[in-house]
Structure formats: C-alpha cells, structure tokens
C-alpha cells in the first residue's frame, strides 16, 4: 500500500523560512517523481515543485528562487525547503508521487497517481 505522510507545516512569519517533508512508503522511487502542490481556500490544487529520480527539478515561477526542492530516496524522504515565505504562499501542501517514467516534471495533478493528506502552511505579515 503506498503512502504520502506530509509534515512541517505550520504557522509563520512572513520573510521566514519553513521546511516541509513528505515521507513516502510502498514505492521504490527509483523511476517514480514527486512533487508539491498547494491548494489555496476554495481553489484547485496548484503545481508548486517537482523532482524527477534522476534529480531534475521545476518550480512555479511564484516560488523560483525562495523553494527548494531535493529527495532522499534510501530515507524515502522528499522535503521543500520554502524561504522568504509571503502570505501569498499560506494554503494546504500537498505531496504527490507519480510511478511511471517521465522526461520532465509534470505540473498536472492528473499526472499523480498518489496523494498525500496535507499539511498547512499559513504565513503571518
């Protein structure tokens, strides 16, 4: 059975930094991809960042330069290290693992077989 536990999450003050992880079980991850989405109140889940087995990664141009993102696939362990954090960026994170090969990091969340429950990240001014 496969499962995203996210945590870290929390609430913050704007202009600092914060450190989600997203542990996963039941996939192998040596072909599989993961990423972040984030779903503001009453919105759709967003793509946010990916990493693909082979490091390659991508962002939303809203967090280029303030997220990143790295795997740590013995720990089978995902973490996005979020700095500089703006209220903008207060919603529920999700993390999302796909098992099939893919050249590029996907941004759709049809892409994504599973999901994790979330974790909420609110950013204070």
């Known amino acids: 059975q496969v499962q995203l536990v996210e945590s870290g999450g929390g609430l913050v003050q704007a202009g600092t930094s914060l450190t989600l992880s997203c542990a996963i079980s039941?996939?192998?991850?040596?072909?599989?991809?993961v990423s972040w989405f984030r779903r503001y109140p009453g919105g759709d889940r967003e793509f946010v960042s990916g990493i693909l087995a082979n490091g390659l990664t991508r962002y939303a141009d809203s967090v280029k330069g303030r997220f990143t993102i790295s795997r740590d696939d013995p720990a089978k362990m995902v973490y996005l290290q979020m700095g500089n954090l703006k209220r903008e960026d207060t919603a529920v994170y999700y993390c999302?693992?796909?098992?099939?090969?893919?050249?590029?990091?996907?941004?759709?969340?049809?892409?994504?077989?599973?999901w994790g429950q979330g974790t909420q990240v609110t950013v204070s001014s």
């Open positions: 999302a693992a796909r098992d099939s090969w893919a050249a590029s990091v996907r941004t759709l969340i049809t892409d994504y077989n599973y």
């Open positions: 039941g996939l192998t991850l040596d072909r599989d991809h």
